[in-house]
């Protein structure tokens, strides 16, 4: 059973950088053909893709985040990050950890709720 579980902080101020951390179990993040995602999605709003790394760590940005994300991994800990910089308030949402193949997400992390406030 694929597992995958985000971590960090809740709060977040403008103008700050936010870290987010996902830690997979039951599958490696290098299997072939996988990639593995972040999602959000604001309050009122529907599902936001932001990126991914693909197994052989390649990323892939949506462009509307394309110049403040970055997704990173650490293959040792099987766990992948999120990494959002110049945050503002509409960037307040729960952000979804995913693993996709394809045009497909098959396991989701529960969600965590990400605010951007002062």
């Known amino acids: 059973q694929v597992r995958l579980q985000e971590s960090g902080p809740g709060l977040v101020k403008p103008s700050q950088t936010l870290s987010l951390t996902c830690d997979v179990s039951?599958?490696?993040?290098?299997?072939?053909?996988?990639?593995w995602g972040w999602i959000r999605q604001p309050p009122g709003k529907g599902l936001e893709w932001m990126g991914v790394i693909a197994y052989d760590g390649s990323t892939f940005y949506a462009p509307l985040f394309e110049s403040r994300v970055s997704i990173s991994r650490d293959t040792s800990k099987s766990q992948f990050f999120l990494r959002l910089t110049s945050v503002i308030p509409e960037d307040t949402a729960v952000y979804y950890c995913?693993?996709?193949?394809?045009?497909?997400?098959?396991?989701w992390g529960q969600g965590t709720q990400v605010t951007v406030s002062s």
């Open positions: 039951g599958d490696s993040i290098t299997t072939s053909g996988y990639a």
């Open positions: 995913v693993r996709q193949l394809k045009g497909d997400y098959d396991y």
